[in-house]
Nanobody, 121 residues
Framework: QVQLVESGGGLVQPGGSLRLSCAAS????????MAWYRQAPGKQRELVAA???????KYVDSVKGRFTISRDNARNTVYLQMNSLKPEDTAVYVC???????????????WGQGTQVTVSS
């Protein structure tokens, strides 16, 4: 099977930075899109940023210019560099990846367990 394991969350003051990592492991043939979602208490899950295997990125408007998504295809890992953090960025951040587990298969959607990011003074 496939596992996504996140790391890097924590408590940070407003204006601070954090870097999240998500490593995929297991029966992986190829990985297409990798993404970060977040869910704050009482709110719906939202897509924060996504990156294709070729490096094309997209961001939700609220994080543009502050967050940067990147990936290391050799390590099956996606990163989210978060700068100038605001209290409204507080949420559980969850990694997502579209992974093909064998040749000619359609990609399946996999999720990590989530990591808490809290921005507070």
């Amino acid at each position: 099977q496939v596992q996504l394991v996140e790391s890097g969350g924590g408590l940070v003051q407003p204006g601070g930075s954090l870097r999240l990592s998500c490593a995929a492991s297991g029966s992986i043939f190829s990985i297409n899109v990798m993404a970060w979602y977040r869910q704050a208490p009482g709110k719906q899950r939202e897509l924060v940023a996504a990156i294709t295997s070729g490096g094309t990125t997209k961001y939700v408007d609220s994080v543009k210019g502050r967050f940067t998504i990147s990936r290391d295809n050799a390590r099956n890992t996606v990163y989210l560099q978060m700068n100038s953090l605001k209290p409204e960025d507080t949420a559980v951040y969850v990694c997502n990846a579209a992974i093909t587990t064998y040749p000619s298969a359609l990609p399946d959607n996999f999720w990590g367990q989530g990591t808490q990011v809290t921005v507070s003074s």
